[in-house]
């Protein structure tokens, strides 16, 4: 199994200012990674680094859906700490808006934010991987596209095109560099700001995520995990049919052990 260590480069965790980012950042740094924590609120990032025994935590305020910022950024990231490794798409607003409380402006924003951040800092961090032909991009998502809630539209929208991004990026990347593996993560209803009260650990969650980041196999290019259990595609009649008259089990999902 190829697995990314610290020797790889440099993690970058976006929206590492609070709830699920901030977890990811503190358990890559148990780790023994170096993280860049992207997010909009400063006091948030030095909170994050403070809650860091090992200073391994670098804090850089940014507006991930501002690409020009996105794209500088990035490179200081280089400059100051090498090669990106390891990228969570992880910041997302939602805003929680009736459809006719939005303007097209409201709307695009959170499109800009979700949606656009991802864009961004994917092609921001692909560069360098592309160059050394390794790396790991782990896009936190959601089924808010399948069953989107009231007073979600833009969230929804925003999300389900995320999904469709990384698809696209695997259906564009994965033959050339079976080293850079690019996937979806969906960690489940958390207990954060953006979450539920009686939702999951956000820290339990960051353990499965980060399991699933440092897994750099071809294999997992384009899979999607829930939690800590892969997701497989569906299929069809055909192929379940095939294996009932080969008397053989059919596919099963990959799961996530973290180490201790």
């Known amino acids: ?3 990314l260590t610290p020797d790889d480069g ?3 965790v976006t929206g590492a200012g609070s ?3 901030r977890a990811l950042a503190l358990r890559l740094v148990a780790l023994g990674f170096d993280v860049v924590g992207l997010g909009r609120r400063s006091a948030a990032l030095e909170e994050t680094q403070a809650l860091t025994r090992k200073r391994r935590f670098h804090p850089m305020a940014l507006d991930v859906g501002r690409s020009g910022q996105v794209r500088s950024t990035f490179a200081q990231i280089a400059e100051a700490h090498g090669p990106v490794a ?3 798409n992880n910041a997302a607003v939602y805003p929680r808006r009736d459809f006719l409380a939005e303007t097209p402006e409201s709307f695009m924003a959170t499109v800009e934010s979700n949606l656009g951040g991802m864009v961004a800092c994917s092609h921001a961090a692909l560069a360098g991987m592309v160059e050394r032909g390794r790396g790991r991009i782990v896009n936190v998502a959601t089924f808010a596209d399948i069953a989107p809630l009231p007073t979600s539209s833009a969230y929804a929208v ?3 095109a995320a999904r469709v991004l990384t698809r696209a990026l695997v259906a564009d990347l994965g033959d050339r560099f079976p080293g850079i593996v690019i996937g979806d993560w969906m960690p489940g209803m958390l207990r954060t700001r953006m979450g539920i009260s009686d939702g999951l650990d956000p820290a339990l969650a960051a353990r499965w995520g980060v399991e699933l980041g440092l897994r750099c196999e071809a294999g997992l290019n384009g899979a999607v995990f829930e939690q800590d259990r892969e997701i497989l ?3 069809g009649l055909k192929g379940r049919l095939r294996d009932l008259v080969l ?3 059919g596919p099963r999902p990959r799961l996530l052990r973290p180490e201790e």
């Open 1 to 3: 199994m190829s697995r």
């Open 10 to 12: 440099v993690a970058v």
């Open 19 to 21: 709830g699920l980012g």
């Open 86 to 88: 390891l990228l969570f």
């Open 158 to 160: 925003s999300k389900g």
């Open 233 to 235: 595609p569906p299929r």
């Open 247 to 249: 008397l053989r089990a």
